[in-house]
């Protein structure tokens, strides 16, 4: 998984939650769910259960594979234990290897080697370790005073590690083991804040066995104990710390010299001889990434004033720490002293100390989870929590998601490092100044809350009147005359000849030509030709041999430079699928047809019969284009029962975009006008969606206008494929859903009743399925929702019966419905077949689960890479077009069509998601949950799929953007600044934006300087 992917999918909620902590403190659940033992087995249940599927992820393949190595090295049966023999790389302390030897017997005892489950098997002491640190953190919280809280706040506060996005990425996904240098500092921390330093000693002693880094921590402890306490104990402890730690290195250090324990930890640290390794501190915000010593000052290199300055603060932590335990403190007192020692220990190791890695940033955090009682130390885990993700993401995302090196030095590690130094200055102030961080805080907020919403005005709704049919007649002609224009041929070729093996055409004219350009107008099938010419008595070929494989497709080839002749002959070479060639013709010089008297060839005039089509240079008016070589053609199949060449998507897009080909034609314009008609009833519906939000006519023409001047919308139109249906189909299931749901008149669960409203939901989104599998996220958006229903129903009267209707209504409705829609949509996929079964029959039903098992593993098995393919993150950004189609570079005027979208509707309508989740948009709080989880579940489930993706994934969201744009822009008070002007100003700039690319985007030829203008964003490639 990308750290983009696990950031969305792992990030969000985790801030959802934080920023929900104060709601969370007063909840009162159903009695069962309060129960102290159920209550905790769920919220482990709930960390296990996001974790899970990380596991199996390759995770940092560098840390991964040496873990391996060394779980295998340790359980050699020959050699066991003997890791740190010379020549061997093994630069971890024992304590590790234990838990790695066990790993590589149980690996070896299972024969996992080569095994997906041994890198599960690597992670699973750091699940173990989180999971055993977020029940200390519990216990630790239960426990203090305060305020009143209700049982779910130590369960939130320890949340704060157990559902912490950070903690995930480092132990599940990545793959490494500070968790349990969390653990044992934890443990050590709940003794020592009991004075019980005996145990503390031993805990740490085995911290410092498991990672050298713990020595900082160890080094605290020890000028605290020796500030606040007698010579004697703290030579005591410290003896204690050495004997725990000598246990745990005597079984290696048999057979090693003395001194090899020492070793051991000085050549680690010299391993990485630099100041920061990846780690973005102060010493990577002064450029000093990747630096061995960039210089000295008074006579000390770099790294050793780093070493200076890191231990200078570690000094004073300890002593302040030591003086200020001597007083009589409670045990929650004590607490937080050493959590707030331990947590500053944490940031000014990593921040000050030389040869920093970027993981070692993630002991910040568990360190401040000992403090997080505080208000002010909630937000730094917070912040802290970005800031880890920023830093060890950064780093994960080169390392592993482009297989290269991360860059020593880049404007993003400079902004990473500067991030952390500030909170790093937080951080100081949340320990010893927390009442000026508070004030500073109370600013923030009070500007945060004093800021007006954007949206304040509602719209009154209006009575319907027929003035309200205006937008639809006006905006739906409209979007049907620009979609319908320049596109396509209606007079492409359509008789021809099929050909089902090899075949010679020889063409004779009644006086010499001399040919310069050769059209081949294709229908089905491929094969291979090449035209020939006549030079006494033999034949020369004068032109390439061309494989001719598209579907509908236009072939020109420019001929060699020949003698004119009177007879040419067109050899089919080779027929690999029985092939449709509708028209061939010849051109001279001037691309005027050159029009045979005679064909001798079993009559094949059939391929010269329509000189009217022959014209040159037409770019995507005469083809298919990228994915209508697939739909457009399996529409073909549909509608003449031959053999269906695509089957990677549910038939219902092909078969409706086959009822344009047989109302208008197999011809360009033919098979792409059911896609124009598609998104001239998406304006539509997007206007029937204004009006249901607001009743307004504003709204209406907004709403309206922003999807006429969407380029998605027009573009994915103006080409034969599926998408133009499936958004169609899913915008009418979510407003059938909001009809049935989100008025006001009536509760929300009411919406369970079977209605006309709910049976239309699941007819639509039945649809949508059978257009394409990905309408599947919509659908399971709409089982979380039914899911919610049903526990919501526990504070109802009667719940079980209530929630028994619900179930069989949702069940009709949104189950049966749909399935008998899906269904149905394989009627013509069924008669495509050889034996073409009925569609009631078991051979039919037969044939259809073949067909879902073929799709699946088609697209689980997917590996296939595009130059235009992006990431999912780029989408709301723009900033990767796709190019369906551009023209010949040696034209004189160049032709492109780019899939992009509207700057103005996506960049304002991501502005608008983002306003409307900060509360900042005034919006019902039904509609605000409707739109929020349409967009969600149509946008979020990309995340975390690894196939190639492109910006056209996107398209669905959009008219959710376009709604929620739209709707705003309405609602803006006209008595605000500007506010008379803003909706209409910005409707009109969209319109702008839309003829400014026109040409782009549809395919019209335009000069090439033109298009090289409207290179706004590197991105942005036009041509």
């Not at 306003?915 to 949950?929: E, S, T």
């Amino acid at each position: 998984m990308s750290p983009q992917a696990f950031i969305l999918l792992y990030g969000l909620p985790f801030l959802a939650l934080f920023f929900a902590r104060d709601r969370l403190h007063n909840v009162n659940g159903p009695s069962w769910l309060t129960r102290d033992g159920t209550l905790i087995l769920a919220w482990l249940g709930l960390g296990l259960l996001i974790r899970l599927p990380l596991l199996w992820d390759g995770g940092f393949h560098y840390d991964i594979g040496t873990y391996k190595a060394w779980a295998l090295k340790l359980s050699d049966p020959a050699a066991p234990l003997k890791i740190y023999e010379d020549g061997y790389f093994a630069d971890y302390p024992p304590l590790y290897m234990y838990v790695l030897g066990a790993i590589g017997a149980l690996v070896r005892f299972f024969g996992l080697e080569s095994s997906g489950h041994f890198v599960a098997l690597i992670k699973t002491p750091a699940l173990l370790a989180d999971t055993a640190v977020a029940l200390l953190l519990l216990r630790a919280t239960r426990g203090i005073p305060g305020e009143d809280r209700a049982r779910i706040a130590p369960l939130f506060l320890a949340s704060l590690y157990w559902l912490n996005p950070a903690i995930i990425f480092d132990s599940a996904l990545w793959g490494q083991t500070e968790p349990i240098l969390a653990l044992l500092l934890i443990a050590s921390w709940m003794h020592w804040r009991v004075q019980r330093l005996w145990a503390a000693s031993l805990l740490i002693g085995l911290a410092v066995a498991f990672k050298p880094q713990a020595l900082f921590f160890a080094y605290v402890f020890g000028i605290s104990v020796l500030v606040s306490q007698p010579l004697r104990s703290t030579l005591t402890q410290a003896a204690l710390g050495l004997i725990s730690f000598a246990v745990v290195v005597a079984p290696f250090a048999l057979n090693q010299e003395p001194d090899w324990i020492l070793k051991l930890y000085f050549s680690t640290a010299e391993t990485y001889d630099y100041l920061t390794v990846n780690a973005y501190n102060l010493w990577a915000l002064l450029g000093w990434n990747w630096a061995r010593d960039p210089g000295s000052f008074l006579g000390l290199a770099a790294q050793t004033w780093a070493m200076l300055i890191a231990g200078g603060l570690m000094t004073a932590i300890g002593v302040r720490t030591g003086l200020a335990g001597r007083q009589s403190l409670s045990i929650s007192q004590r607490g937080e002293l050493y959590g707030w020692a331990w947590a500053m220990t944490a940031i000014a190791f990593f921040m000050f100390a030389p040869r920093m890695h970027e993981r070692y940033i993630l002991n910040i955090i568990p360190m401040l989870a000992l403090v997080v009682s505080r208000r002010e130390a909630q937000w730094m885990v917070l912040l802290w929590s970005i800031g880890v993700l920023a830093n060890m993401g950064f780093v994960y995302h080169h390392y592993v998601t482009l297989d290269s090196i991360a860059p020593k030095d880049a404007g993003l590690l400079r902004f990473i490092s500067a991030y952390n130094l500030v909170i790093t200055v937080f951080s100081l102030m949340a320990w010893r100044a927390p009442q000026q961080l508070e004030r500073l805080g109370n600013w923030l907020r009070t500007l945060y809350r004093t800021t007006p919403p954007v949206a304040q005005q509602p719209l009154q709704r209006e009575a319907f009147r027929p003035a309200h049919l205006m937008p639809y007649a006006v905006l739906g002609s409209a979007a049907l005359l620009v979609g319908s224009f320049a596109l396509g041929n209606k007079n492409y070729p359509v008789s021809g000849s099929l050909f089902e093996q090899a075949e010679k055409i020889t063409l004779r004219f009644e006086t010499p030509v001399s040919p310069k350009r050769l059209m081949v107008f294709i229908g089905e099938g491929q094969g291979k030709a090449v035209l020939e010419q006549k030079f006494r008595d033999d034949w020369i070929k004068i032109s390439a041999e061309e494989e001719l494989k598209t579907f509908y497709d236009l072939y020109e080839l420019k001929l060699k430079n020949a003698p004119p002749a009177r007879v040419f002959r067109f050899n089919i070479t080779r027929v690999s699928r029985p092939l449709r060639i509708n028209e061939i013709a010849l051109l001279d010089a001037d691309n005027q047809p050159l029009v045979p008297q005679a064909v001798q060839a079993n009559q094949r005039m059939a391929l010269i019969d329509e000189p009217a089509t022959w014209i040159p240079d037409q770019g995507y008016l005469n083809s298919t284009e990228f994915d209508e070589i697939y739909h457009a053609r399996t529409a073909y199949e549909y509608l003449h029962r031959l053999d269906i060449y695509e089957t990677t998507h549910p038939p219902l897009g092909k078969w409706l975009i086959s009822w344009g080909i047989d109302h208008f034609g197999m011809t360009p314009w033919g098979m792409r006008m059911a896609g124009v008609i598609a998104t001239s009833l998406t304006v539509l519906a997007l206007i029937w969606g204004a009006w249901l939000l607001t009743g307004s006519s504003r709204a209406m023409w907004i709403t309206g206008l922003l999807g006429l001047f969407e380029f998605s919308r027009f573009s994915l139109g103006r080409y034969a494929t599926i998408d133009d249906f499936l958004i169609l189909f899913l915008l009418l299931a979510a407003l059938c859903l909001w009809r049935a749901f989100c008025q006001p008149q009536r509760h929300w669960l009411d919406g369970w009743k079977l209605s006309p409203s709910l049976l239309f939901a699941g007819l639509f989104l039945g649809a949508a399925i059978a257009t394409k599998w990905s309408a599947l996220y919509f659908g399971f958006g709409v089982f979380v929702f039914f899911a919610i229903s049903l526990l919501a129903t526990l504070r109802q009267a009667y719940p079980w019966q209530r929630g028994a209707r619900m179930t069989m209504a949702a069940g009709l409705a949104l189950g049966l419905v749909p399935l008998a829609v899906y269904y149905t949509s394989y009627i013509p996929f069924l008669r495509c077949l050889s034996q073409a079964p009925d569609w009631l029959s078991l051979e039919g039903a037969r044939q259809v689960w073949k067909s879902q098992v073929d799709m699946y593993d088609y697209h689980a098995k997917l590996k296939s890479t595009h130059a235009f393919q992006s990431a999912f993150f780029t989408w709301p950004l723009i900033l990767k077009p796709l190019w369906l189609y551009v023209s010949d570079a040696q034209a004189p005027l160049r032709s492109s069509i780019t899939l992009m979208g509207n700057p103005l509707v996506w960049w304002g309508g991501l502005a608008g998601v983002i306003a409307l989740f900060g509360r900042h948009l005034q919006w019902p709080i039904r509609d605000r949950i409707w739109l929020l989880g349409s967009i969600t579940a149509l946008y979020l489930p990309w995340a975390g799929i690894a196939r190639a993706s492109f910006i056209y994934h996107y398209y669905p969201v959009v008219p959710f953007l376009i709604l929620l744009l739209g709707v705003t822009l309405a609602r803006y008070p006209a008595d605000a600044r500007w506010g008379r002007y803003l909706p209409w100003a910005s409707v009109a700039l969209a319109g702008t934006l839309f003829v400014v690319f026109f040409p782009a985007i549809s395919g019209l030829h335009w000069p090439a300087w033109y298009f090289k203008y409207l290179h706004w964003l590197p991105g942005w490639w036009m041509l």
